[in-house]
């Protein structure tokens, strides 16, 4: 097991997918799940064993979870989407000039 805990701020390091997720009290796939994340739940992951992580919510809830199934959150605060459609602004623009210069002869 690795322990990911760096001191004692809750910071988000995971979403829960859109989905949701089930979870755990244990790191044990045998045993029936205990509880349920609503999808696009904020997670810290604090510790990890194979697949499986221990999270805790802002709210101090905490249990294991398929830890292939959550999303990582940009820790640069940034929005990954909106820089997704700033690039496909860019890309289209591109597209146009391009369009453009070929329909008037492109010198």
């Given at each position: 097991m690795v322990d990911t805990?760096?001191?004692s701020s809750w910071a988000p390091t995971h979403r829960a997918p859109p989905e949701g997720l089930d979870a755990w009290a244990s790191p044990d796939a045998a045993a029936p799940p205990?509880?349920?994340?609503?999808?696009g739940v904020e997670l810290q992951l604090v510790e990890q064993a194979g697949a499986w992580?221990?999270?805790?919510g802002e709210n101090r809830w905490e249990g294991w979870v398929d830890g292939r199934l959550l999303e990582q959150v940009?820790?640069?605060g940034k929005n990954s989407d909106q820089a997704a459609y700033v690039l496909l602004g860019v890309a289209l623009v591109v597209?146009?000039?391009?369009?453009i210069l070929a329909l008037g002869g492109g010198s």
């Open positions: 805990t760096q001191g205990t509880g349920d994340l609503e999808g992580v221990r999270v805790v940009d820790p640069s597209l146009a000039v391009l369009a």
